[in-house]
């Protein structure tokens, strides 16, 4: 059994250390907020935080993860930034289909937290490895700016 | 007028076609409809008002409208919504909505004839029958109130979910209501006149999108069961390649894995978890047998359709003398050319299956839930009723989920699975496993007389999908399919010969489907490319060389002149930059597009802005109008920029993001949308912007460098110079 700390509560999954954090949230936990996207980490659509910073889970050992604190989509509206993300996500309507919403929700609120008010190339740069297939990059840059001044 | 005009109309000839049954089934109770949705067992029984098969109203008021087009991210779920509680006068904050379960009957879309959700219709096929049907529900929930208050119905009135009378002042809850104003609807209610909507043209939030922003939404891949198992699949790598022999034990070593299942040409590994599943699948040592296909090459598929561009098509619109026209004065030509595209979908490919003795049920996101239905039911040798589809919101549709495959292969690997199981491919398996939007050939010759164009004629060489996807709509039409001459033969300018023709290619080996922007994707890129270049060989500015042929087009017209003018068209640029514009009419909508790009020298290609203005009728929602458009130019773009399947030894040879890319945020243009207002009926708007960013964005690379591309996506070595077009 391996232990692991999602969003502020203790858990325990039967995974192989080499399992990815993703299939251990998705298909051990039923946390499906995370998404499978590509699997190789050229999409984003599977982004958490640990310890705060982003990462792609699709990657990411499930035994490598240790004591680090792990947030996911559904625990990232308790913390300030990540909350701001997510109104300001509604406000402007960013959202179509949805699917990589969660890993771009996640990607944002990690610049916000770590750069309160980005700029252009901030946002570029913090997001850009995050794919959305129905286009709603020009929403994403403004919903960031609006959560930025909240 | 030609005797092939009516072939214009796509809604003329699919009517004609398969006649228009649907209209019949809307009076039918709701009850009536309920085929089962609900997990098997515990199907509710609805009760209250219902009358039809769109609209629940119980005791409490709560109001529940059921979608008969699928949500996919268009926003179609809040301006459905939106157009029911219109006419009902609902109370919009109770009103909730739910997927229509599978039956043709009820929820044909009306313009396409079956249950499906596609050609940016769902608006233009459901305008008029669903504000019949809401307005028919209020007409019976005012008539129970009128009898209960012995007064004239006439005298009432109603607003957010109550029927008031006035002169008493008096009023009842649709709640209060909902179990006596059952009956039958009026034949035809009334329906609002637009300055009386309270509703349709405001940019309302939309209802589906708060349980996407914290993880609560279940997608298909979503879906979890007691004792669910997963599944991962490859298929034959090559088109129409068999299984030969595999090697399972370095497989079955791995911790999790349960079974490996092997179909005649498929291989399926099952495990307790998706890691199980891809991990043992990775370790099979699979031999294919590549089939008749193991030769096929994008260079023979070029071949192919070239050669069959060469020859006389079908003549899909005839006008004036176009061969005399041509014959006389200064001939251009130009051809053009499209490659294979495959979706990518942001959530890939995937299906959840029970198959238990005599039945079976299936969760997954699809746009046709009815065909997958009827699919599947042969593919396990079920009746249709002991198949149960629960349509969960998609992951992106595009045209994808136009296809029953991801059901069928669950259901063949389901047979062999004791339990539910989900089969989740991984992205290479669905890069590899599309069913691709075909190549297109588009051969273009014109004269011009007095700077206009004289003579005109269009040949266009491609797969038919129609054919295959919806036969009657095919042979009902003379055999000419009605997407593949999309946007050509209802081409916007007044040319007085013109002749339109299709030659109807099926790639060797590779299917072919429909992809965001159909037909017009096609058509527009090489009319309006070749608009450009004609406008060049006339001397005239692009804006001004259209203009002159739109006279009897105005609703496109006043798009051209508010895109130009919003994009400052005619002022001057740095060296290297271009404005290039495009206009269409297209899926009912009326849009031209002005794209500013910055080509350098190496070849890249930087979008700077892209600003449309787009007539599309009365905006249900303008906010999910604007969206649209700006996500479909995103998805123009990245088409423009690197779409592009390419097949080697009857296998497709990209296979993830990094080889078959996606436009990125800090690739992303600025972009403006400026909504034209109009009271004509609903227009069509989900693939409108895909088809308007292809050609504009050639046409600004073309006046940033003078190079005419003649193909997409673009090609950095002909920009660079290194390379000739």
Known sequence: ?150 | MSALEPRTSRRTILKSALGSGFVLAFHVPFAGAQTPNAPMGEAPVPTGFMPNAFIRIDGAGKTTLVMPQVEMGQGVYTSISMILAEELDADWSKVSVEAAPPNEKFYANPMLTVQATGNSNSIRAWWMPLRKAAAGSRALLVAAAAKQWGVDPESCTTANGVVMHKASGRSLSYGALADSANGTPPANPPLKTPKDFRLIGKPLKRLDTPTKVDGREVYGIDVMLPGLKFATIAASPTFGGKVGHVDDSDAKKIPGVRQVVLLDDLVAVVGDHMWAAKSGLDALNITWNRGPNGHVDTAQVWREIKEASEKPGLVAKKTGDADKALGSGDKIEAQYELPFLAHATMEPMNCTVHLTPGACELWLGTQIVARVQSTVAKVAGLPVEKVTVHNQLLGGGFGRRLEPDMAVKAVRVAQHVDGPVKVVWTREEDIQHDIYRPVYYDRLAATLKDGKIDGWHHRVTGSSVVARWLPPAFTGNHNIDFDTVDSAIDIPYAIPNLRVEVVRCEPPAVPTGFWRGVGPNNNVFAIESFMDELAKKAGKDPVEFRRAMLTKTPRLLAALDLAAEKAGWGSTLPRRHGLGVSCQVSFASFIATVAHVEVAPEGEVKLHRLTTAVDTGIAVNPDTIIAQLQGGMIFGATAALWGEITIDKGRVQQSNFHDYRMLRINEAPAIDVHLIKSGESPGGIGETGVTTALPAIRNAIYAATGIALRRLPIDRDVLAGRKHA
Request: charged share 20%.
């Open chain 1, 1 to 150: 059994m391996i232990s692991l700390r999602i969003n502020g509560e203790d858990k325990s999954v039967d995974a192989p250390p080499d399992m990815p954090l993703l299939w251990a949230l998705r298909d051990l936990l039923g946390m499906t907020g995370t998404k499978f996207g590509c699997g190789i980490a050229q999409c984003g659509a599977c982004t958490v935080h640990i310890d705060g910073k982003p990462v792609r889970s699709c990657l990411l050992p499930v035994g490598s993860i240790g004591n680090r604190a792990i947030t996911t989509i559904e625990g990232i509206g308790a913390t300030p930034a990540g909350a701001k993300v997510q109104k300001a996500w509604l406000d402007l309507e960013v959202v179509q289909c949805g699917y990589c919403q969660s890993g771009q929700i996640m990607s944002a609120t990690a610049l916000l937290a770590s750069t309160p008010h980005p700029d252009d190339e901030d946002i570029d740069a913090a997001m850009a490895g995050n794919i959305c297939r129905c286009g709603t990059y020009v929403r994403i840059r403004d919903a960031i700016k609006r959560a930025a001044k909240a």
